[in-house]
């Protein structure tokens, strides 16, 4: 039995190439800020209008979430990084900010893919 996730929508940014994630109405760039997705159907949907915005961003496509202590995270280790990053150094890029998502993004364990990930390499 599969377990069931939140999913949240994540991009690149065309132009920078900053990880952003979609956040109701635009891209934000704090996985904090995320819309959290429990129905596909409205997941579906948002990924649809984030592939038209082939201006703004590339490379969308839905990860799983799941609770990871004291806040949520994706179930990802590479997402989880994606949220954190750069992660050269942990005063500079998303980390530095600290706060409580990313303590959560830092917490979290274990190396599961990201299904919505895993078919976006299927459709390659």
Known sequence: ??????????????????VVFWARDHWAEQFADAELF?????????LAVAKAQVRVVVDAYLIDVAEAGSGLAPVSYR??????GPTNELTHGK??????????LSAAAGAARSTGRLDLIRRK
């Open 38 to 46: 429990s129905d596909s159907a409205a997941a579906e949907a948002a």
């Open 79 to 84: 997402e989880r990084l994606r949220a954190l």
């Open 95 to 104: 980390q530095a900010i600290g706060g409580a998502a990313i303590a959560a």
């Open 1 to 18: 039995m599969s377990a069931t996730y939140l999913k949240a929508l994540t991009a690149n940014l065309l132009a920078e190439g900053d």
